[in-house]
């Protein structure tokens, strides 16, 4: 494997969560739970809700076990991700602010791009397509890798398939778990709260929307954080979970 030359400027690869981050399909995959707990005689709360923001999807099928729902996981998830495939297919992608821009101004500049999320790879596939270019190098999904997040191979898969090292990219994520996976894997990370409120960290640069985002701003954190005398990178080898 080829590595880019350590703290390039700008970065070497952006690393996109999709749920959350890239688009807003959180309300969809919330309606698809409600409605399998609802047909099997369950109550669903947003409280419930809440608790699978972020989760692998096998993880977040225990959950709905524990509700009521009578499916074996892989069922589950089958009729999750077909459910929230329906919506896109006639909602369309409900895109985070400043999302869709970014992700244009860097396929535009050439940036190396990896979509990595814990969905399944036919929804992410779906996704991407509907984007309006091609804009991901890679797609890493849930049904990809052996650890969920906040595991961190998910990042570590996606900076290897681009041939980067992951400290020299940049992930960008909403979630606790996804946030934890991505500095577990030692890459720069932007968090943008958006279900879930994420605490201000030393491991992690927290922004409230990615409205004016651009690629001079993510070279800016990028350069900054890497040379940093205080920064200090968390790598897969300590705790994914603290950040």
Excluded: C
Aim: a negative charge.
């Amino acid at each position: 494997m080829t590595l880019i030359p350590a703290f390039s400027s700008p970065p070497a690869a952006v690393l996109w969560d999709m749920d959350g981050t890239l688009v807003d399909t959180e309300p969809y995959w919330m309606r698809a739970e409600h409605e399998l707990v609802e047909s099997f005689g369950g109550v669903w709360t947003h409280a419930d809700a809440m608790l699978l923001v972020g989760s692998g999807l096998l993880g977040s099928a225990a959950i709905l076990q524990n509700r009521g729902v009578n499916l074996a996981a892989e069922a589950i998830v089958e009729v999750l991700t077909t459910r929230v495939q329906e919506q896109l297919g006639s909602a369309g992608i409900p895109w985070r602010p400043g999302a869709h821009e970014l992700l244009t101004e860097l396929h535009g500049a050439g940036m190396p791009m990896a979509l990595v999320t814990m969905s399944e790879h036919r929804m992410a596939r779906q996704i991407a397509d509907l984007v309006g270019f091609d804009a991901f190098a890679t797609i890493v999904s849930g049904d990809m890798v052996q650890q969920s997040k906040p595991h961190p191979e998910a990042y570590l898969t996606a900076a290897g398939i681009l041939g980067v090292d992951p400290r020299h990219s940049v992930a960008i994520e909403d979630s606790l778990p996804g946030v934890a996976a991505a500095v577990a894997s030692g890459a720069v990370v932007v968090a943008v709260p958006h279900m879930v409120p994420l605490e201000e960290s030393e491991h992690y640069t927290l922004v409230q929307s990615l409205t004016g985002s651009s690629l001079a701003t993510l070279t800016e954190l990028y350069l900054t954080r890497r040379s940093s005398p205080s920064t200090r990178t968390v790598t897969h080898t300590e705790d994914a979970t603290r950040a």
